[in-house]
Structures are given as C-alpha cells and as structure tokens.
C-alpha cells in the first residue's frame, strides 16, 4: 500500500521562475493538504483541496495556487519565485475533511531559489 | 490564528536522560497532536489528544494535555538515539483537521 508521495523531491530555481509540485495521496485518501516548513520551522498550512475544489487556505499569496484531479492527485504552482519561497514543501493526505482523523505526509519536495 | 509555542527549541542529551517538551498557547485547544519528523521525511503523528487532563503513553513516550487544554507536554523516559529527530505540536484549526498550526518544533539530540 503506497504512501503519499510527491515529485519531484528536489529542485532548483531562480528567482521570477515558476514551478509545480505534484502529489499522490495515501491509496483511499480523497483530500490533499499543502504546507511549507523552512528550514529550523514548523510546516505551514497553504491549502487543501477536496473534490477537486480549494477548501480552506492559509496566509499565503495568490502566487501559490493548486489543483487536484479526479483521481486526487494534485498540483501545487508557485509564480514568479522568491528567494523566500526556498523550503520543503510537504504534502498531506486524508480521508473526508472532518474533525477526526489523521493525516499521512509525504517526504517532501525540497525547493532552493537561486 | 493560533499560536503555538513550543519550548526548549534544542535539546541535547545523553542517551538514558529524561526530557519534557513543552507547546503552550493562549487559545484553547479543541485538540492537539504531536509528530515527530526525520531529517528527509515527512512529519510522522505520534498522539492526538482531546480531552482536557487526558495522559497517553506510547512506550517511553507520555502525552499529557492541560486541563485547561491550552497546553500540552511530551515527556521520554530513558531517551535513546532513534528518539532524535524533530517533535512538533499541532493544533487543528479551521473546520478541518487537514488545516494543522504547527509550532516550531524542538530539535532533540541523543548522543549514545
């Protein structure tokens, strides 16, 4: 049984550059969640996507956008890169998006702007 | 937005020693979890506690939430090397557990 895994596991980018991470939930999981953790941090909530619809998002710019497809996988984007943006970006399965639960994250993507 | 502050920030022991960590805030929890991450991983749960006094062991690992439920300890007993690694605590927001705010975890090292 596959876990959650995300691609590509890391990348470099310069700064006004673009990029896309991608994400495969947990087999059974219908919901994705996308954080950032810089280094020495704790992750933070950016979005999550459920029946293919952005659900709740968390304090960060219209630079960072998102897609989930129907087989609920899903796309994180990034416009117009910071050197900021450097970080892991970790995604998050689940099943539903109710109070209980338990979400299973992947190893991350591993972001440097330049 | 809830803020959760987690202390110390590093802590270095030798293997056998105890330690506590600590995850406070001003808010009232409705619940928290603890997970611990790896370098090169994804963060790994551990507990979610729900109820205000609530204690739950995990091996050498006790969880203990705060009465009034702002607060929140993990305590090792015995520590040991394969217990290195980051723990953070997370508090759901949101109507979702999906949305987690995490703190800024402790760094826990344990030289053999």
């Known amino acids: 049984d596959a876990g959650v895994t995300q691609s590509p596991t890391h990348l470099i980018k310069t700064r006004g550059q673009q990029v896309t991470l991608r994400c495969s939930p947990k087999s059974g999981h219908d919901t994705v969640s996308w954080y950032q953790q810089a280094l020495g941090q704790g992750p933070q909530f950016i979005f999550q996507y459920y029946e293919e619809e952005e659900r709740q998002r968390g304090n960060f710019p219209d630079r960072f956008s998102g897609h989930q497809f129907p087989n609920y996988s899903s796309e994180l984007n990034v416009n117009a890169l910071l050197l900021g943006d450097s970080a892991l970006y970790l995604c998050a399965s689940s099943l539903g998006t109710g109070m209980t639960g338990e979400l299973f994250f992947g190893e991350g993507s591993r972001l440097t702007v330049l | 937005t809830q803020l959760l502050e987690q202390s110390p920030q590093f802590l270095s022991i030798q293997e056998g020693e105890n330690l506590t960590v600590y995850c406070n805030s001003s808010?009232?929890?409705?619940?928290l979890q603890w997970y611990r991450q790896e370098p090169g991983e994804g963060p790994v749960l551990l507990v979610t506690?729900?109820?205000?006094?609530e204690v739950k062991k995990l091996k050498r690992l006790t969880f203990q939430f705060g009465d009034a439920r702002k607060d929140s300890s993990l305590h090792i007993t015995a520590a040991q090397p394969g217990d290195t690694g980051l723990y953070l605590c997370?508090?759901?927001?949101?109507?979702?557990?999906?949305?987690?705010?995490f703190g800024q975890g402790t760094i826990l090292t344990v030289h053999p």
């Open positions: 997370a508090a759901i927001g949101g109507t979702s557990y999906g949305k987690l705010t």
């Open positions: 506690v729900v109820t205000g006094g």
């Open positions: 808010s009232v929890f409705s619940s």
